[in-house]
């Protein structure tokens, strides 16, 4: 089963108002990831866990936090969403040097 | 850092033809790896097929096959016999070898079969 789970598969959102995220995998996959896809873009990464080491990046830090609980879990969280965050969040996993497997996103709209 | 381009926006075609779809990209890494992906019509990312840099065959998965030119940091993707359904979004990524867990997606190249 190469199944990454994502929920809810649709969240609505108040401008200011926090928002969690929830992905797990059975895969027993190292690393997992949190991407923003907004249309007609590139997937964009925000940050990933490898094993339990969160790496964020640099232009997402302030913005976004993610916890691992256990090596099938992993939320992200937005502690005051703004308009720009409405997107396709897609949660990812993979295992060492592997392809990375997708889930099939949670639409944010932020109104 | 790792940079990933796809200068192709959208590509038409005809059904039963052959495509290719163009990547770049940039490393300081000697050793990394290279994928394509598939967004459906849901939104949905589906992985399609990779190539490693160290190896020197060209990767086929099915009616998906790679056209790596390293000296050019090049990995085209090719689709032989489209069909309808091929119609999607395809995306190109690269992770490194070193600190490698990264994986840095191009902007993407939309695909149009028709009949």
């Known amino acids: ?111 | 850092a790792q940079k990933v381009t796809q200068t192709q926006t959208s590509i038409s075609v005809m059904e039963k033809t052959t495509v290719t779809m163009d990547c770049v990209y940039e490393t300081q890494d000697s050793s990394y790896f290279l994928f394509w992906y598939k967004q459906t019509a849901s939104g949905e990312i589906v992985f399609l097929i990779r190539q490693d840099s160290y190896k020197k065959e060209n990767a086929t998965v099915g009616h998906y096959s790679l056209n790596f030119q390293k000296p050019k940091s090049s990995i085209g993707l090719i689709i032989t016999a489209t069909q309808i359904e091929d119609s999607a979004v395809y995306f190109c990524a690269m992770r490194e070898a070193t600190g490698g867990y990264k994986v840095v997606f191009g902007s993407g190249t939309r695909l149009l079969v028709s009949p």
Not at chain 1, 40 to 64: G, M, S, V, W
Not at chain 1, 86 to 105: I, N, P, T
């Open chain 1, 1 to 111: 089963d190469t199944t990454v789970k994502q929920n809810p598969r649709y969240k609505l959102a108040r401008v200011g108002k926090p928002v969690n995220l929830i992905c797990s995998q059975t895969m027993n996959h190292d690393t997992m990831y949190w991407y923003q896809k907004k249309p007609n873009q590139a997937p964009k990464l925000l940050l990933f866990y490898y094993d339990k080491i969160l790496n964020r990046e640099a232009d997402t830090f302030e913005k976004f936090q993610s916890s691992r609980p256990n090596n099938s879990f992993c939320s992200l969280y937005i502690g005051s969403a703004g308009l720009e965050y409405s997107a396709m969040y897609l949660c990812a996993s993979s295992r060492d040097q592997g392809e990375v497997f997708f889930g099939k996103g949670t639409r944010l709209t932020v109104v």
